[in-house]
């Protein structure tokens, strides 16, 4: 189904997927390719781009070029998408014809890249898996994101820390070290007392260790921003996205504060935007067939649910910067686009997770 419920009952989808069979087909089969059409429209990269310095350490491994190749990387995951399997497995030979072939995601070194930015016109599509097995794992589940292909490379793992007044989620890159002070600690995701606003780190120093030019500080990634509903958080959420712009070298400006004044929550609320871009969670529709919030997941999306959103910018509502959304009990599906890197997502989606009244 290629539109699919944010919030509220699920009702007659039968008769739903039978009208949007046909259409969604071609959705799903260009999903992927989606990006680069538009692409060719408007470059998306120019909504990002703020100017700054560039960062010295990571210049030429970023540079590097997606590599491509066929598309079977894409292939097994289109049946999924649709219980139409024959038009399915027409529809991709034509693709294979007809476009570009799907590029091919290359993981040669976990921890860059994860916080590389996604290639431009490439759709890197994940999975998050939430493991609630354990004695304290009911309140502390860890969550697994992999790449949603054939060989599920693993990418980063996340999980609440336990002795900490806020909610904090440490990111790593080695699914079975979720330790603090771990060789594989890449990230944490920091939320205020309300449960209403997160920040988003890199593994980087607390500004009190900083050396002497202040390189190994650490840098904010993003901020997430969850609007309170004083109504009982009945409609669907409203999510703001801060994260930082992007060089003349599509590189992301480095973003170290020096205090909690400076970082960018702060920045967002003084209206300081320099370096600094606001993204929006797309504004569901309701519909009346079905009672409740839909949004079109391009059929990534199977499960209604409060914690199903996709990622826009104001000025390119159709140009998907992100997109989270249920597929089974403990499974969702978690796509990103240029500029976000996996652990700015990945961040993103464990803010979603959380258990304070305000985000739900």
């Given amino acids: 189904m290629s539109m699919f419920q944010v919030n509220g009952e699920k009702k007659e989808k039968k008769t739903k997927k039978k009208a949007t069979t046909s259409s969604e087909e071609e959705d799903d089969?260009?999903?992927?390719?989606?990006?680069?059409?538009?692409?060719?429209?408007?470059?998306?990269?120019?909504?990002?781009?703020?100017?700054?310095?560039?960062?010295?350490?990571?210049?030429?491994?970023?540079?590097?070029?997606?590599?491509?190749?066929?598309?079977?990387?894409?292939?097994?995951?289109?049946?999924?998408?649709?219980?139409?399997?024959?038009?399915?497995?027409k529809k991709s030979k034509k693709a294979k014809e007809e476009r570009p072939p799907s590029p091919v995601i290359e993981v040669d070194n976990l921890e860059e890249f994860v916080l590389r930015p996604a290639p431009q016109g490439v759709t890197i599509k994940c999975r998050v898996t939430r493991d609630k097995k354990g004695m304290d794992r009911g309140l502390y589940p860890t969550y697994y994101l992999h790449l949603d292909n054939d060989k599920k490379v693993?990418?980063?793992?996340?999980?609440?820390?336990?002795?900490?007044?806020?909610?904090?989620?440490?990111?790593?890159i080695d699914p079975t070290d979720l330790s603090r002070g771990g060789e594989n600690f890449i990230g944490k995701l920091r939320s205020n007392l309300m449960g209403t606003k997160f920040t988003v780190f890199d593994n980087g120093a607390n500004p009190d260790r900083a050396n002497a030019n202040w390189s190994n500080v650490r840098q904010e990634l993003s901020a997430v921003v969850y609007e309170t509903n004083v109504l009982g958080f009945k409609g669907p959420r409203k999510m703001t996205v801060i994260i930082p712009g992007m060089n003349s070298d599509n590189e992301r400006v480095p973003i170290r504060p020096r205090n909690d004044n400076d970082g960018?929550?702060?920045?967002?609320?003084?209206?300081?935007?320099?370096?600094?871009?606001?993204l929006h969670n797309k504004a569901p529709v309701w519909n009346d067939e079905t009672q409740s919030y839909v949004l079109n997941f391009h059929g990534r999306v199977t499960h209604a649910s409060v914690k199903n959103f996709q990622i826009v910018h104001g000025s390119d509502p159709d140009y998907i910067v992100m997109q989270f959304g249920r597929v089974a009990d403990d499974a969702f599906t978690m796509d990103y686009n240029y500029p976000l890197c996996a652990v700015q997502a990945f961040a993103i989606a464990l803010s979603s997770f959380d258990g304070k009244l305000a985000c739900e």
Avoid: C
């Fill in 29 to 89: 089969s260009d999903a992927s390719t989606k990006p680069i059409r538009s692409e060719k429209k408007k470059n998306p990269a120019s909504l990002f781009q703020t100017g700054g310095d560039p960062p010295k350490e990571k210049k030429t491994k970023k540079k590097a070029p997606p590599k491509a190749a066929e598309s079977e990387e894409e292939a097994p995951e289109t049946p999924q998408k649709n219980s139409n399997k024959k038009g399915k497995g």
């Fill in 264 to 278: 960018l929550l702060m920045r967002w609320q003084n209206k300081n935007m320099d370096n600094v871009i606001e």
């Fill in 154 to 172: 693993f990418l980063l793992a996340g999980r609440k820390r336990k002795k900490s007044k806020t909610s904090n989620y440490l990111i790593s």
